[in-house]
Structure formats: structure tokens, C-alpha cells
């Protein structure tokens, strides 16, 4: 089930129970959906308090405890106030405007987003961001094709406005405005992500590659945000970085034969990785166990999305090359023997990083990291 089908069914499930008490059965029949997977959701809005369950004889009633209303117009349906709403429909119709009297085009989201975010930075809004998949990101979605009322903004916000436009338009491409989002924040966290996906994503991606993938997603893991919830999402960044190291008993042609889905197996867990960082971030904004609620389904649907991709991968892999090959042996004993940083350490060589990349910038240092590990 894909992602905006599992939204799907979560706003169904809640729509119909909002109705009263429902059967499993009568739940599908309302959805149309799978009765299989109605029940794994249910048990998934269960564990989170979301719906309690009754038996009634045989059959299986959920109920919704409180009221869960789910958003179209925000990201994993959070509320807002309508203060907030005015305000950031009012500067996305600035943006936009601003945008195209400048750059003479339109804004994609992501410069929107950034655009907001320096704004918002800039004039201290308290508007709801937290860092998501490619940077920071407002609750609110951003619809290009959707009309945003016209408020009046105040002269200093308008004044930012026009100052952010300027000089965020100067970056042709979404891409080159996200890497001076991270440099600007100085990021290491976002731009170590960045370094992996180059390694990944590399025309002479191969065994080599593996070695140095698995030291940079050590040091990814360790300065990813720490659950207490979860006791799968540890596991799964552990089991993760023995996955990496099993790939190393495949030659390079498997290696490049198999790298779109490899690639794709760490987008998975970066997308489980940003999830739990917006979550924590908005927690600055919103009570804890309402975000639990609202992120929970997502989270589950990913923690699965990755555990079937990896165990496909993983069973790609022959048994015997480990045992067989005792130089693999040695390096991955060699690599998993390795100690993670103290976090006075940790601090020090992102200190170290800072003052480099401060120094000659965000593509010298990158350039430096590459030459380091030889790629």
C-alpha cells in the first residue's frame, strides 16, 4: 500500500468510526479496503490510544476515544490555529507574488519553504517548522495551484520578504537553494545525509564504497534523534548497518546491478530518521501525544516499508560468501569493532568541520570528505 493510500485509510477508518462504534467488517465495507489490512491499522490506531477495542462475541468493535480530525491542507494532518493559518497563507501569497515579480517564475515548494523559513527565522514568528526529509518544513503544506488569501502583512515582514526572494531567487535550481539551506544553518547532520547519497548514487558505487558508506551511517545513527517509543526503529538502524557490510560478499557488478535498490533501501530509512526529527522538533509547538498520535500510522507503514525491502535485498545475498571468503570476514570484524565517537569527541570534530567549512564552504568541504575516504 503506497504512502497517500495509507493516508487514505487512516482518514477512512477515522471518518467512519467518528460515526459511532464499528466492526472490522463493517469498517472495510465502508473503505473499500482490504479487511487484512483495516485490521492492521486498527491495532496500529489501538496501540496508540487513538481507539479502544471491545468484543462483542466474536466480533472485534473499535471505537475512537477522543476527537482525531486529520487535515488535508497539513502535514500528517496537524491542527492549527487560525492565527497561524492566516498568517502563513498570507506570506506564501507574498512569496509567490514576490517570486515571480523577481525570478519571473514560479516558486516549487521546496523554495517556498525555505523562503518561509528564513522569513520566519528572520522575524521571529514562531511559526511550526521542524527539519523533514530535505530540510526545514512549515506544518502547512504549500499548494502551488491553490489560491492563499492576501492578508496585509506588516512593512518589516514585507520588507523580509522581499529581501529573502531576492536573494534565495539567485539559485536557479530547488537543489542548489536546499544545500545553501543547509550551509546556512550549518547543518552537519543534513549535510552528512547529502555526502551518503552522493556515495550511494555514484557511477563507481562498488565494494569500496560499502566500507566507507558504513563508517559515514555510524556516525549518521548516532547523532539521529534518540526514541524511547520504538523499540523496533533502533533495531531496525542496527540490523541497517549489517545489511551495508552483508553487501560487501557481492562483487561489483551485483553491486551496480542491485544499487537502485540499495539506493532506495536508505531513502527508506532516512524517511524513518526525518519522521522521528519532525516529530521531535514540533514537539516545540504541539503536545507530545497528539504528535504521537498523528505520526504514529506513518511510522509503522515505514518501519515496514524498509524491513521488505531489506529482507529482499538480504535474501539476494549468498549464504556461503561470508563463511568462505576470510578477507570479508577480518574487514567486517575489523569495521564492526570500530568505536563510535564520545560526544566530546563528537563535538570536536564537528567543531573541527565548522570552522573548515566556514572557512572555504559547504563544496570545499565536501571535496575534502570525498578525498579523504578516496572516492
Known amino acids: 500500500m503506497g504512502k497517500s493510500s495509507t493516508h487514505k485509510l487512516l482518514k477512512g477508518i477515522v471518518k467512519v468510526l467518528s460515526n459511532g462504534p464499528k466492526s472490522i467488517n463493517e469498517i472495510a465495507e465502508a473503505t473499500g479496503f482490504d479487511r487484512i489490512a483495516i485490521t492492521r491499522y486498527l491495532e496500529i490506531l489501538r496501540d496508540a490510544d487513538i481507539l479502544s477495542e471491545q468484543k462483542e462475541g466474536k466480533k472485534r468493535i473499535f471505537e475512537l476515544r477522543t476527537a482525531f480530525g486529520l487535515r488535508d491542507d497539513t502535514y500528517f494532518g496537524l491542527p492549527l490555529s487560525d492565527e497561524q493559518e492566516e498568517l502563513i497563507d498570507a506570506l506564501y501569497s507574498a512569496i509567490k507574488k514576490e517570486w515571480i515579480n523577481v525570478n519571473k517564475r514560479e516558486p516549487v515548494p521546496i523554495q517556498v519553504q525555505k523562503t518561509l523559513y528564513k522569513i520566519n527565522k528572520i522575524c521571529q514568528l514562531n511559526l511550526p517548522f521542524g527539519w523533514y526529509l530535505y530540510g526545514a518544513l512549515c506544518v502547512k503544506v504549500y499548494d502551488p495551484l491553490k489560491y492563499y488569501k492576501e492578508d496585509k502583512l506588516s512593512n518589516r515582514i514585507m520588507l523580509c520578504v522581499k529581501e ?15 544545500l545553501r539551506h543547509y550551509e546556512e544553518e550549518k547543518n552537519y547532520f543534513y549535510a552528512l545525509k547529502e555526502e551518503i547519497l552522493r556515495i550511494f548514487y555514484s557511477n563507481n558505487f562498488s565494494q569500496r564504497s560499502l566500507y566507507v558508506l558504513h ?3 555510524r556516525e549518521l545513527f548516532q547523532l539521529s534523534p534518540k526514541v524511547k517509543d520504538d523499540d523496533v526503529y533502533p533495531e531496525i538502524l542496527e540490523l541497517y548497518l549489517d545489511l551495508i557490510m552483508d553487501l560487501t560478499a557481492l562483487d561489483d557488478s551485483k ?17 524513518l530518521i526525518a519522521l522521528y526529527r519532525y516529530r521531535e522538533d514540533l514537539s516545540k509547538f504541539y503536545p507530545k501525544d497528539l504528535l504521537r ?3 504514529t500510522f506513518d511510522i509503522a507503514q515505514q518501519e515496514r516499508e524498509i524491513i521488505d525491502r531489506c529482507s529482499y535485498i538480504q535474501s539476494l545475498i549468498p549464504l556461503c ?14 569495521v564492526q569493532n570500530i568505536k563510535l565517537r564520545t560526544l566530546e569527541e563528537q563535538a570536536r570534530a564537528e567543531k573541527e568541520l565548522k570552522d573548515y567549512e566556514k572557512k572555504h564552504g559547504l563544496n570545499a568541504l565536501n571535496k575534502k570528505l570525498r578525498e579523504e575516504f578516496g572516492l
Open 293 to 295: 498520535k498523528h505520526f
Open 321 to 334: 560468501e561470508e563463511i568462505d571468503d576470510p578477507v570479508y570476514k577480518r574487514i567486517k570484524e575489523t
Open 255 to 271: 553491486l551496480r546491478e542491485l544499487q537502485p535498490e540499495i539506493v532506495g533501501s536508505f531513502e527508506d530509512v532516512w524517511k
Open 164 to 178: 529573502v526572494v531576492k536573494e534565495y531567487g539567485r539559485d536557479q535550481f530547488a537543489y542548489q537553494l536546499k
Open 215 to 217: 563508517k559515514k551511517l
